[in-house]
């Protein structure tokens, strides 16, 4: 029997109770947690959002916790009007079935609440043992290694470029492109996957794959949509006797006539963005997902300025998505513009969580900007962040020397400024000085829907 099962359980578990609980002033936004049937069971790390509705500091107070439960709370209590979280280790000691309820008090009632957890554990993870995460300890450090989905054609076994990758579990989802490989790496953690694979010209498919240390990495084969061919029209000749001219045929080719670039008619997919005044565009959006860029004046409209601008670049334009909090990540590899409703897609579903670390990020940025770079065209990383940066590693001058550095290479840099951080702002917009791009905060939904197309095009100006 494992003695220790690990939190931070990141196996799928099933539906959660949706519905708000009013308690006496404190909104519980969830109350339940149902696993359901789990198989590689690892206890997790649970959080519950609470919302303070009164007018008065409400405290979480001291629990009885029983065996199988950990419990975490804001010391400082939770303000009026603000939401704070709840964390709750559950631990079930053995398999089978469980049914328990965790019982909280907080200051504005006499009565308690209750937090309820169920489901069934049919297995343990054999990696459980290794990391027992507790509140007592806060130098638990996550086990985490490179999970790696390729997908391949069925038959040829070669890799596919830009499959859609969708990696679920529970109601959580991530959507990444594979690279040119056909291959998507990113680091995660012991857990049950949900994979939905879809590719140009192949059958989507639909698998599960549990990941750990050992089966860490899977291969995905995609099989090609059938192609119809028309049947050949039957030809019925009435006349079978062969005619042969008793006479040389000249053969003639019709004399080629030099047309003059400047005047031949080029069809535009944009006439207000035309090809013949506009150079192409290589942009790499760079894109805070942090816990600070939750709300309607942040990622809610830095969504409808990149879906506007999207909408409005040529087949010729390239775009790349990177996001980052804890990690950056390529969401998007290379991607024409053509491909619109793919990458609105994308932008539609990011998310906000974690911290936010824009030092290494932006260094991954340009070395994929520097990879797609195009020769006479407009290569640029637009970053896009409410400007509060964790570990940037090196100083801000130093970053501010190697944005420089960059921008003497061609490759440019501009900023898109969300929210009221000040502070933040100030240093994003010494970037964009330093990478000789622009900057832009972007306050409301109008100018989300017009000052980021305007930048492009007067950047891309032959």
Same mark, same amino acid.
């Given at each position: 029997m494992i003695k220790?099962?690990?939190?931070?359980?990141?196996?799928?578990?099933?539906?959660?109770s949706k519905a708000q609980l009013n308690h006496d002033g404190l909104i519980i936004h969830r109350t339940a947690s149902t696993f359901g049937e789990v198989e590689f069971w690892v206890s997790r790390v649970d959080s519950f959002l609470v919302t303070n509705s009164t007018n008065k500091t409400i405290y979480i107070l001291k629990q009885m916790i029983p065996r199988d439960f950990e419990f975490k709370a804001p010391n400082l209590g939770i303000a009026p009007g603000k939401t704070s979280i709840l964390e709750v280790i559950y631990d079930p000691r053995a398999l089978g079935k469980f049914k328990e309820r965790l019982k909280v008090y907080h200051?504005?009632?006499?009565?308690?609440?209750?937090?309820?957890?169920?489901? +069934?554990?049919?297995?343990? #993870?054999?990696?459980?043992?290794?990391?027992c995460p507790s509140f007592s300890s806060p130098s638990y450090q996550k086990q985490n290694f490179n999970m790696v989905v390729n997908v391949i054609d069925s038959l040829t076994k070669e890799p596919i470029n830009k499959a859609l990758v969708e990696l679920s579990k529970g109601e959580d989802f991530q959507q990444f492109y594979t690279d040119k490989e056909g291959s998507l790496s990113r680091k995660s953690h012991l857990g049950l996957f949900f994979i939905y694979t879809e590719a140009d010209g192949y059958k989507s498919k639909k698998i599960e794959h549990y990941f750990n240390q050992q089966r860490r990495e899977i291969t995905i084969t995609l099989v090609k949509k059938e192609i119809i061919i028309p049947p050949a029209e039957l030809i019925v000749i009435e006349d079978k006797k062969l005619i042969i001219k008793d006479s040389l045929e000249i053969l003639t080719r019709e004399e080629l006539v030099y047309i003059p670039q400047d005047i031949i008619q080029v069809k535009e997919e944009n006439n207000d963005f035309p090809l013949m005044k506009f150079s192409e565009n290589n942009i790499v959006f760079l894109i805070d997902v942090s816990s600070s860029m939750r709300g309607e004046d942040r990622l809610a409209l830095l969504k409808k300025s990149m879906i506007?601008?999207?909408?409005?670049?040529?087949?010729? #334009?390239?775009?790349?998505? +990177?996001?980052?909090? #804890?990690?950056?990540?390529?969401?998007?590899?290379?991607?024409?513009?053509?491909n619109n409703e793919d990458i609105v897609a994308v932008i539609t579903g990011l998310k906000a969580s974690g911290s936010t670390y824009g030092g290494k990020a932006i260094r991954k940025a340009y070395k994929v900007l520097k990879q797609e770079f195009l020769i006479g065209g407009n290569n640029q990383v637009i970053l896009a962040t409410d400007g509060g940066f964790n570990g940037l590693g090196q100083s801000e001058r130093q970053l501010n020397g190697l944005v420089r550095r960059k921008s003497d290479q061609g490759l440019f840099f501009s900023t898109l400024a969300f929210g009221k951080n000040k502070r933040g702002k100030e240093l994003i917009e010494e970037l964009s000085v330093s990478g000789r791009g622009n900057?832009?905060?972007?306050?409301?939904?109008?100018?989300?829907?017009?000052v980021l197309g305007e930048m492009i095009m007067e950047q891309s100006v032959r």
């Open positions: 220790c099962v690990c939190a931070v359980f990141l196996l799928l578990y099933g539906l959660n200051s504005a009632s006499k009565k308690p609440f209750y937090l309820n957890f169920e489901g +069934i554990v049919k297995s343990y #993870d054999s990696f459980a043992k290794m990391a506007q601008l999207i909408y409005m670049l040529r087949s010729v #334009d390239k775009v790349t998505i +990177i996001t980052y909090s #804890d990690e950056a990540q390529v969401v998007l590899s290379s991607t024409s513009a053509k900057y832009l905060y972007i306050t409301s939904e109008e100018s989300a829907k017009k």
